[in-house]
Nanobody, 121 residues
Framework: VQLQASGGGSVQAGDSLKLSCAAS????????MGWFRQASGKEREFVAA???????YYADSVKGRFTISRDNARNTVYLQVNSLKPEDTAVYYC????????????????WGKGTQVTVSS
């Protein structure tokens, strides 16, 4: 199983990015998917998740700015990140869980390698 995240970059505050995570080696539609991030020197934190039935969950810090979506035909989960702030700077990881991605990240079956997002003020 591979989860390949892409779409990160160095941007200015207020800019937008669209992160993608392409999955292979698993029956994608059967997995809950999610995004986490880890800033330098900090613990990993939950960002967003989307269930198999397309229910969406967001961390309070990103509600209204980030949107998670999935395309089962393309085996890909997306994270549209708008109105970026310097505090959004982190490595963003995607995750797959056979049941549902929990906000704690516990029980996640597969993790991707991450894509760096750097936001300057």
């Amino acid at each position: 199983v591979q989860l390949q995240a892409s779409g990160g970059g160095s941007v200015q505050a207020g800019d937008s990015l669209k992160l993608s995570c392409a999955a292979s080696g698993l029956l994608f539609s059967n997995y809950g998917m999610g995004w986490f991030r880890q800033a330098s020197g900090k613990e990993r934190e939950f960002v967003a998740a989307i269930s198999r039935s397309l229910t969406k969950y967001y961390a309070d810090s990103v509600k209204g700015r980030f949107t998670i979506s999935r395309d089962n035909a393309r085996n890909t989960v997306y994270l549209q990140v708008n109105s970026l702030k310097p505090e959004d700077t982190a490595v963003y990881y995607c995750a797959a869980d056979r049941i549902a991605v929990r906000q704690t990240g516990s029980g996640v079956n597969y993790w991707g390698k991450g894509t760096q997002v750097t936001v300057s003020s």
